[in-house]
């Protein structure tokens, strides 16, 4: 009786076996000719995506350009007043400004004074800027930042009771990592 239960049962797992197989080899074949697809079409997508990115630096250089046509220029009046709250209105500091303007922060402080006039150049970048709003410009300045690379020199800063505290490059660079992401949001 014993060899009868063995035999029936071994006859029981062959056939069982070949119907699993018999159902599961068409579907390892699918599996096989998906895969082969997906990664073709991977492959196809890097190589589009590089060339999106390609094609998506130049056009986001172009994109930021602070111009104004002449008659704007020649028409628009720049108060120190108006350069002054125009800087304001955007929420950046003359330094910053004076980034996106390409101008020296010497420039900006003295056009708020009054002492300068800008120059045709950055007068069109002045005015362009007023078309702005303050996330364009924010997201302007987090550009300038991506493109230029951290310096490992020390800088100093000025901290209360006119005692000098040295902050290291990399310090500052993070803290305006940060400060972009955080605007970002």
């Given at each position: 009786m014993g060899k009868i239960e063995s035999i029936v049962k071994s006859e029981i797992q062959r056939l069982a076996k070949r119907e699993i197989k018999s159902t599961f080899l068409p579907l390892r074949r699918e599996v096989r000719s998906l895969r082969l697809k997906v990664s073709g079409l991977s492959k196809n997508f890097k190589v589009l995506n590089r060339l999106a990115k390609e094609q998506i630096?130049?056009?986001?250089?172009?994109?930021?350009?602070?111009?104004?046509?002449?008659?704007?220029?020649?028409?628009?009046?720049?108060?120190?007043?108006?350069?002054?709250?125009?800087?304001?209105?955007?929420?950046?500091?003359?330094?910053?400004?004076?980034?996106?303007?390409?101008?020296?922060?010497?420039?900006?402080?003295?056009?708020?004074?009054?002492?300068?006039?800008p120059k045709a150049d950055k007068k069109g970048a002045l005015i362009a800027l007023r078309r702005l709003g303050k996330r364009q410009v924010k997201r302007m300045l987090a550009e300038k930042v991506k493109s230029k690379k951290p310096e490992t020199r020390v800088m100093r800063r000025k901290v209360k009771r006119n005692t000098r505290k040295v902050v290291p490059r990399r310090k500052v660079v993070r803290r305006a990592r940060r400060a972009i992401k955080r605007a970002k949001r």
């Open positions: 630096i130049p056009m986001a250089s172009e994109k930021f350009k602070l111009e104004a046509s002449p008659e704007e220029v020649k028409i628009a009046r720049l108060t120190p007043a108006r350069i002054r709250n125009l800087r304001k209105k955007l929420g950046i500091s003359q330094r910053e400004l004076a980034s996106l303007t390409g101008a020296s922060m010497g420039a900006v402080v003295m056009w708020e004074k009054g002492k300068f006039k």
